[in-house]
């Protein structure tokens, strides 16, 4: 089995939260059963660049999407976030809008806080 196997990127998208944009990306790795979502923050011109190149935006709702599984809270300016990963035809990630009080509830209850590089 090739490394290539082991370790895979699943969902990416661009986000926009509070006039700042992060590269969503989820890192699976199989034989481990692990799934992380990391936020990269990058700048305005490297949205446009990545959007252009195909990338889709992420979604943002407030409802919680059918079949999603809940892989971590987001906080970032004030704003508050469960990140699913929803696994239909398509392998993406969906922001649920939520209060901070619920995420911090949530992060309390042992949900992981979502990694966030700032770049």
Known sequence: ???QDIISIGANCIVRISNRFFLLVEIEVEDIDLE??????ISQQEARTLLA???QRCEIVNRMPCGGELICVLILAGEA???FDVENNVDEAV?????LRRAQDLIRRGVRR???INR
């Open 36 to 41: 992380e979502f990391v936020f990269i923050r």
């Open 95 to 99: 922001l649920v809008r939520i209060s």
């Open 1 to 3: 089995m090739s490394m």
């Open 114 to 116: 979502c990694t966030v």
């Open 53 to 55: 190149e195909g990338v």
């Open 81 to 83: 976030f469960e990140v």
